[in-house]
Nanobody, 125 residues
């Protein structure tokens, strides 16, 4: 059973930066896959970024060039470095995991089995 705990959220002004962390237990880095999602009030949960099976990062168009996903396999921790934050980035950010990386549409929440409790990110203008 995979357990995920996010941290690092907070309130920043537009243009600021935050680094989110997701500590995983029961995670098998050689076989499992991890990702970041977010959900703003009144909106559906959307994929932000994930690390594909070959180690390549994949990003939603809305965050390309501003966000960077990385994974520390020794610490079993997933990170999301968020730079040049915008008010539209305000959301609850969730870490997700599944056995094996999804082929194709990784951005659908239904394709991920394990979820953390989320960490709130608020960006003011």
């Amino acid at each position: 059973q995979v357990q995920l705990v996010e941290s690092g959220g907070g309130s920043v002004q537009a243009g600021g930066s935050l680094r989110l962390s997701c500590a995983a237990s029961g995670y098998r880095y050689s076989r499992d896959c991890m990702s970041w999602f977010r959900q703003a009030p009144g909106k559906e949960r959307e994929g932000v970024a994930f690390v594909d099976s070959d180690g390549s990062p994949r990003y939603a168009e809305s965050v390309k060039g501003r966000f960077s996903i990385s994974q520390d396999y020794v610490k079993n921790t997933l990170y999301l470095q968020m730079n040049n934050l915008k008010p539209e980035d305000t959301a609850m950010y969730y870490c997700a995991a599944r056995g094996g990386c999804p082929a194709g549409a990784w951005w659908f929440p239904i394709r991920w089995n394990y979820w953390g409790q989320g960490t709130q990110v608020t960006v003011s203008s």
